[in-house]
């Protein structure tokens, strides 16, 4: 069946450091992938998202590119901040009105 | 603009007693989603509305939940004779017409 893996946390950086989260996939045919950040005290909110091969979503800084041939979509930030620090899911969907599934999800904390 | 919001946002309840939790999705969005986070883990799906059909149940844990749309607008999922293991926090979300679903706050529910 369709699933995500994402290593697991928490994650603790200084602030300024460079981020990665690794996220891999397994689905068939062409899946969006998405990664979802969850702030304290907030609800699930959508990062960035990207729908075919090869395409790079990129929000606040944060980027990840689809890569099919090796079925991953790692989250990258090359400056991170203490206002980063929150629970980062990883996450797909077969289509429109589809329902997501989400990996475990990954804690990052920003020391200042 | 209002977003999705769910109520209670907090519910504790004997085991063995039954609970409803409330989905007001954003105005006109077509598309209704329910899921289960226990803690520590990702959302899991749970049922899928369009309007006031619900399309997919698949996720439904056992015939003691329950949800429904009956106007296609306000949802509300009924877990009958609660057990400890239906503790988590229950997320809903709403979509327009099958893009980005937005996820309301939650409500978490503890079963004592």
């Known amino acids: 069946g369709n699933s995500v893996t994402q290593m697991e946390g928490p994650v603790t950086l200084s602030e300024e450091a460079f981020l990665t989260i690794n996220c891999t996939y397994t689905a068939t045919g062409y899946p969006s992938l998405f990664w979802y950040v969850q702030y304290p005290g907030e609800g699930l909110q959508l990062l960035l998202k990207?729908?075919?091969?090869?395409d790079k979503g990129s929000n606040k800084g944060f980027e990840a590119t689809y890569r099919k041939e090796t079925t991953s979509f790692h989250l990258e930030k090359g400056s991170v901040q203490v206002s980063d620090s929150a629970v980062y899911f990883c996450a797909l969907s077969k289509g429109r009105d589809d329902k997501i599934i989400f990996g475990k999800g990954t804690r990052l904390h920003i020391l200042p | 603009g209002a977003g999705v919001s769910q109520s209670p946002r907090y519910k504790v309840a004997k085991r063995g007693q039954d609970v409803a939790l409330r989905c007001d999705p954003i105005?006109?969005?077509?598309?209704l989603f329910w899921y289960q986070q226990a803690l520590g883990q990702g959302p899991e799906f749970l049922t899928y509305f369009q309007n006031e059909a619900q399309l997919d149940k698949s996720g439904l844990p056992s015939d003691r939940f329950f949800a429904e749309r009956p106007e296609g607008s306000v949802s509300t999922l009924k877990i009958q004779r609660t057990q400890q293991e239906d503790s988590a926090v229950y997320l809903c979300a709403s979509s327009l017409f099958g893009e980005e679903q937005f996820f309301g706050p939650g409500t978490r529910l503890t079963v004592l």
């Open positions: 105005s006109g969005h077509v598309s």
């Open positions: 990207a729908t075919k091969a090869d």
